[in-house]
């Protein structure tokens, strides 16, 4: 059974800082592909960070150079530090695993970060 359980979200002011982390189980960690996504409300859910197996990394827009994602295969673990959060970083956050062959997209259930100005 795959589980991907997010962790670390919560309240923060503008400015600061968040860690989120999203264990995973049920899968070849090391082989898989590893996104984080969020939504906001009444907005299409958007990706924030992705990191591939071979660890190339590309981000959204409007991270670039406040988010860093990470992982640890060691721990099937990826990583998303968020610094200098703005309140517009409101959303539920998701971790995403997919692998092209074989197929397989997962999602976990989400974590909430809300920034307070």
């Known amino acids: 059974q795959v589980q991907l359980v997010e962790s670390g979200g919560g309240l923060v002011q503008a400015g600061g800082s968040l860690r989120l982390s999203c264990a995973a189980s049920?899968?070849?960690?090391?082989?898989?592909?590893m996104g984080w996504y969020r939504q906001a409300p009444g907005k299409q859910r958007e990706l924030v960070a992705a990191?591939?197996?071979?660890?190339?990394?590309r981000y959204g827009d409007s991270v670039k150079g406040r988010f860093t994602i990470s992982r640890d295969n060691t721990k099937n673990t990826v990583y998303l530090q968020m610094n200098s959060l703005k309140p517009e970083d409101t959303a539920v956050y998701y971790c995403?695993?997919?692998?092209?062959?074989?197929?397989?997209?997962?999602w976990g259930q989400g974590t909430q970060v809300t920034v307070s100005s």
């Open positions: 995403n695993a997919e692998r092209r062959s074989p197929s397989y997209d997962y």
């Open positions: 049920g899968i070849f960690f090391s082989i898989t592909d």
């Open positions: 990191i591939t197996s071979g660890r190339s990394t």
